[in-house]
């Protein structure tokens, strides 16, 4: 029987475990990414462990995320990172050099390989044919050591593509028409294979868009074939010699098939507040405009910014319209100013963004009170851009351009007065390295650690008996953004102390004051949750944070892939409702225990640990389950992956 692409480079990359869907599996990782808001406490757990240099093929440390410098905490990082990467032998990749998935597309990217990344769309890679998976910040740091990756063997779904784009529909209608279909849980433990005869009608930063917001899906990652198109994109690069040829076999066998007609699909938006609520933007015209956000890692490729810069030529943006325009790298930056199209987006009054994360991610540009803000980034929970009751909808470049120039949303198909920019990527891209720093044979470098710069902070092993609190009741799809904040609170994220001051911030204030004064007391606290518990990004620190504030449990209708791996990783116990009606029968503040969870944890055989939750406070019992590899068993046990790594080594 043939392989899938999937099959091919796990089968390559595989040192333990069958691949055998839902079994776990561990993989050697070539490539490592984190970026300045993971990079930090990823690092900084390197270091604890004991490593002494990095021992994949590439880590590559990026600048994209605190590139706003409001205090020195952001500059400090920095320059630990810097250092610190010279010290352990990685690339580091300057701010002001643009965003890591971008970044990584245009220089490093190879078909075949395997990347880990502290980010969780990396899957941005699978546009050049590789399997790329988000993680936490402590998974890459052991990666980075020459460690494996632990993770589920996927079952593999194929979208076919058939027919190709018409003009004013683009690559981000495509991903959002498989939201459309998929929606944003349900799908852990899978990949998204791409192939049909629409997929050669695609270059590599389409796919790109494709396979990076495939992370809203929940999936573990996406991938489409290294064929004629990624030849033409890494001849580009001038990186034509990486190239090589990885195409599914004719006979490969799927868990299951999907057919999207590329021909049939029209301009989508996700509206309020969830990439998964698709609508068409036809059923959106004449709805007023206050802000447009052009770029982030989904859609700032020289394609995409050059199809905005022919939009807006010779135009001027609505009056009542905000437009901000960030390049994803310096290449991009550089070559539409070479081209004179930098100048025509300035010229129609875009605000020109440094190429950096920035309002992706709430770090600047937040939209006015209760404004529409069109954005090409690729989520828009509530808050996330920093302005709680903003409305954010996610579009294209091209919806999005009109928009600008209209102060309203347009019907890209149904508008006449402007024509369908004819744009291809360019045989040739400017390349110039110099914003990364390689490293040396010279590796007496002194770490550079500011103020604001700490320990990474060490849980104690699981104890005999959880008894404590629900500390907070919260609903479905709680995202990491919902548990840890990112904007404005970023620059602490290399000070844990600080950072768990915010938990829960907008959810429940008084959170973090009230789970450290348990921890204090020795009650351990308990968070309840309901489906779908951590979507959204990989930020560890939605686990480390909690961790501090003395959390030792997540109760769960559903957990996401990445934030059940960080709650190992950190020792705190991730347990799902056997059924799902028991969320219904806990309450915050209500006080529970569950006995003998040491002695079951250690016990336990095969991969369903089965445990009895006591809610004393209502006098029940509810049955928990939860799915647990042996390895996972002796995270928790130890405390977390940084105690069994320090056990491990001594």
């Known amino acids: 029987m043939g392989k899938t692409i999937t099959e091919k480079i796990l089968s390559e990359h595989l040192v333990e475990g069958t691949l055998q869907a839902g079994e776990p599996i561990a993989l050697r990782i070539d490539q490592t990414l984190t970026q300045d808001a993971t990079g930090t406490m990823a690092f900084l757990q390197f270091e604890a462990m004991g490593l002494d240099e990095t021992k994949n093929e590439l880590a590559v440390s990026y600048v994209d995320h605190n590139t706003v410098q409001v205090g020195f905490e952001n500059a400090d990082d920095h320059e ?14 300057r701010p002001g050099n643009g965003i890591c998935h971008q970044l990584h597309l245009e220089r490093f990217g190879i078909p075949g390989k395997t990347l880990l990344g502290s980010d969780s769309h990396t899957p941005t890679g699978g546009g050049i044919g590789m399997i790329a998976i988000g993680a936490g910040g402590i998974d890459v740091a052991v990666a980075m050591g020459g460690g494996p990756f632990y993770m589920t063997a996927p079952k593999v779904v194929q979208i076919r593509l058939e027919g190709e784009l018409r003009p004013w529909v683009s690559a981000k209608d495509v991903i959002l028409k498989v939201l459309s279909i998929f929606g944003t849980k349900g799908n852990v433990g899978t990949v998204f294979e791409y192939g049909g005869p629409g997929v050669k009608t695609l270059d590599v930063p389409q796919r790109a868009t494709i396979t990076n917001m495939g992370a809203e899906c929940g999936v573990t990652t996406s991938v489409f074939p290294s064929d004629e198109q990624t030849y033409a994109f890494m001849q580009a690069q001038n990186r034509g010699g990486d190239y090589r040829e990885l195409l599914a076999d004719e006979d490969a066998q799927y868990d299951q098939v999907v057919t999207v007609s590329l021909s049939e699909l029209e301009p989508l938006a996700a509206a309020p507040h969830s990439p998964g609520n698709i609508v068409p933007v036809r059923e959106l015209a004449g709805m007023k405009v206050d802000q447009v956000c052009i770029g982030s890692c989904t859609n700032s490729s020289y394609t995409d910014l050059r199809i905005t810069a022919e939009v807006l030529s010779g135009r001027t943006v609505s009056p009542e319209v905000s437009l901000g325009v960030a390049q994803g790298s310096r290449q991009v930056m550089l070559m539409m100013a070479k081209e004179g199209h930098l100048a025509s987006m300035i010229q129609a009054g875009a605000r020109i963004l440094e190429s950096a994360c920035g309002f992706c991610i709430g770090n600047h540009l937040s939209p006015g009170n209760n404004a529409v803000s069109l954005r090409t980034s690729n989520r828009n929970f509530e808050g996330r851009s920093g302005t709680k009751d903003a409305q954010v909808y996610l579009v294209s470049p091209e919806t999005a351009s009109l928009a600008a120039l209209h102060g309203k949303f347009v019907d890209p198909l149904a508008q006449q007065e402007t024509a369908c920019p004819e744009v291809s990527m360019p045989e040739t891209f400017i390349t110039d390295d110099s914003m990364f720093l390689f490293p040396s044979e010279n590796t007496n470098v002194e770490i550079k650690r500011g103020p604001n710069i700490g320990d990474p902070p060490v849980n104690e092993p699981l104890p005999a008996d959880l008894i404590g609190e629900a500390a907070i009741k919260v609903g479905e799809k709680i995202t990491t953004d ?18 768990a001051e915010y938990v829960f911030e907008h959810v429940d204030g008084t959170f973090s004051a009230r789970a450290g004064k348990n921890r204090d007391a020795g009650v351990h606290n308990f968070i309840i949750a309901g489906d779908s518990y951590g979507q959204g990004s990989s930020r560890e620190h939605a686990a480390l944070c909690p961790m ?9 209708q559903s957990i996401e892939r990445i934030h059940m791996a960080n709650l190992f990783n950190f020792g705190i116990l991730p347990l799902l409702f056997e059924h799902p009606e028991d969320y219904h029968r806990i309450d915050q503040g209500d006080a529970l225990e569950i006995r003998g969870v040491r002695r079951e944890l250690a016990d336990a055989e095969g991969s369903d640990l089965k445990l009895k939750l006591v809610n004393r406070t209502k006098g029940s019992e509810i049955p928990l389950t939860v799915p647990v590899s042996a390895r996972q068993r002796k995270l928790l046990l130890a405390g977390g992956l940084l105690n069994f790594t320090r056990e491990q080594q001594g």
């Open 80 to 93: 630990y990172l810097r250092t610190v990467a010279a010290r352990y032998k990685a690339v580091y990749s």
């Open 482 to 499: 919902h548990i840890m904040p990112a904007g404005q609170r970023l620059k602490y994220r290399s000070n844990i102390p600080a950072y």
């Open 548 to 556: 501090y504030l003395g959390v030792k449990a997540v109760i769960a």
